[in-house]
């Protein structure tokens, strides 16, 4: 199983990055994909997430409106567009993949239960590093 992201870098405030997320080993269409993020010193925390069943979406507060995740099932990844980006946005940003579940379910886990649903993920890639300045 792999799951490996790409895209991060260095952007000025008010730019966009598009994060990719790689997947392999493992039955996509089965498994929900979120993208988390973790700045140095604060816990993991989920930004948005996608069902691949059904392509259905969440969005935390934070990124809603600025973020749009979406998916590929042919080529198993899932891409995360970063707009109006803001300083506070720097962290490494990670897939994961929870299986049987919903971008809704999955969603309000990260909104609500943020270090049970880090817990609960089945896989996670290594993570790309995003750097807003200012």
């Known amino acids: 199983v792999q799951l490996v992201e790409s895209g991060g870098g260095l952007v000025q405030a008010g730019g966009s990055l598009r994060l990719s997320c790689a997947a392999s080993?493992?039955?996509?269409?089965?498994?929900?994909i979120g993208w988390f993020r973790q700045a140095p010193g604060k816990e993991r925390e989920g930004v948005a997430c996608?069902?691949?069943?059904?392509?259905?979406?969440y969005y935390t507060d934070s990124v809603k409106g600025r973020f749009t995740i979406s998916s590929d099932n042919a080529k198993k990844r899932v891409y995360l567009q970063m707009n109006s980006l803001k300083p506070e946005d720097t962290a490494v940003y990670y897939c994961?993949?929870?299986?049987?579940?919903?971008?809704?379910?999955?969603?309000?886990?990260?909104?609500?239960?943020?270090?049970?649903?880090?817990?609960?993920?089945?896989?996670w890639g290594k993570g790309t590093l995003v750097t807003v300045s200012s």
């Open positions: 994961a993949a929870a299986y049987g579940t919903t971008a809704q379910a999955l969603g309000q886990g990260m909104a609500v239960r943020p270090l049970h649903t880090v817990a609960a993920m089945d896989y």
């Open positions: 996608i069902s691949n069943s059904d392509g259905s979406t």
């Open positions: 080993g493992f039955s996509f269409d089965d498994y929900a």
